[in-house]
């Protein structure tokens, strides 16, 4: 691959390629491939599709484990002072980040690995929205899975590969503000929120991309896929 110019791929040649990726390194465990990017980057989209794409593969092959299912509860941030930084790292359970993907990475043989997931409606974690079973590979997608800061380099070591997904700023900005909104915030809320948290995390996130094995950057249905080695 040309580092300067990079591929553009389909998310089937991305799948083949976490396919063989998965295939290399035998059965003992499940493969990790984790998906970065700053808030509203389209991470969860990504993610989606290559599950998707892997799972016509071969049916049952991959799911998707989401890192907001470690956001800490409504009742803790309000507690703690913390519930308007909602979102920022240390509001995150990384410890128990940590500890799921031990288990999900090295399972003991036929346990079941539950995984939380976020409701939006609720605003607040579900536990073991999502149970790992036969699955031998398992998409992540966070903002932080890079970040290089206690806990979560605990978190990018256990991942077989990492890729960062890049997007422009306005449509993070665009898309950040349709959430808010569809969550229930009014406009001056969602703006707020959006200049006092969301972006000053995804200018926070965007220092991480180095780490990353990969950057994507969709082009249309295809990605343009570049090395950082």
């Avoid at 909602?86 to 509001?91: E, I, N, R, V």
Wanted: proline share 6%; charged share 30%; net charge positive.
């Amino acid at each position: 691959m040309d580092e300067e110019t990079g591929s553009l791929v389909t998310v089937d040649d991305l799948a083949r390629q976490v396919a063989s990726a998965a295939n290399r390194i035998g059965s003992g465990r499940r493969y990790l491939l984790g998906i970065a990017g700053p808030p509203a980057a389209g991470k969860s989209t990504v993610a989606t599709r290559l599950a998707a794409a892997l799972n016509r593969r071969d049916a049952g092959l991959a799911g998707m484990a989401p890192m907001d299912g470690f956001h800490r509860t409504t009742r803790e941030l309000t507690a703690a002072g913390e519930l308007e930084r909602k979102g920022q790292p240390h509001t995150f359970d990384v410890p128990g980040f940590v500890a799921r993907l031990r288990a999900l990475r090295n399972p003991a043989a036929g346990i079941e690995v539950g995984w939380p997931v976020y409701d939006r409606e609720i605003h607040d974690p579900v536990p073991d929205g999502v149970v790992f079973r036969r699955q031998r590979i398992v998409v992540l997608e966070g903002n932080y899975l890079l970040l290089d800061e206690p806990g979560w380099r605990d978190a990018r070591s256990l991942l077989d590969e990492c890729w960062y997904l890049d997007a422009g700023a306005e449509s993070i900005e665009r898309r950040l503000y349709e959430r808010h909104r569809a969550g229930g915030k009014t406009p001056e809320v969602a703006r707020a929120q959006i200049a006092h948290n969301d972006l000053p995390n995804a200018t926070l996130v965007s220092g991480t991309r180095a780490r990353a094995d990969v950057v994507l950057t969709p082009r249309g249905e295809k990605y343009l896929v570049r090395s950082t080695r």
